[in-house]
Nanobody, 127 residues
């Protein structure tokens, strides 16, 4: 069982930056591939980024590629999402998620592939 707690959300102006953190419980954090998803009002939850267990492989949604960076510190049981050049369309509740098994190209972007979810943190980008 893994418990995830996100932090770092808030209100920022267009072009600004935020860094989200997701702290995980448990001693086997390094065994879990991690992902970030987001859900805007009235929209379905969507994939943002994925990072492999070791951190050696990352993937991003096209809408955030070049602006967001996912990273992890397995010694601190924490995954991060650095968000730069924020836009109003990035406004959403951001969730981190952990999967029990290694994810591949056909699965890392699907929320059904992840087994554990945090409660979410609100990010609001003003225009």
């Amino acid at each position: 069982q893994v418990q995830l707690v996100e932090s770092g959300g808030g209100l920022v102006q267009t072009g600004g930056s935020l860094r989200l953190s997701c702290a995980a419980s448990g001693r086997t954090f390094a065994n879990y591939p991690m992902g970030w998803f987001r859900q805007a009002p009235g929209k379905e939850r969507e994939f943002v980024a994925h990072i492999s267990e070791s951190g050696g492989s990352t993937h991003y949604a096209e809408s955030v590629k070049g602006r967001f960076t996912i990273s992890r510190d397995n010694a601190k049981n924490t995954v991060y999402l650095q968000m730069n050049s924020l836009k109003p369309e990035d406004t959403a509740v951001y969730y981190c998620a952990a999967a029990r098994y290694t994810l591949y190209s056909a699965t890392y972007y699907r929320d059904a592939s992840y087994n554990y979810w945090g409660q979410g943190t609100q990010v609001t980008v003003s225009s």
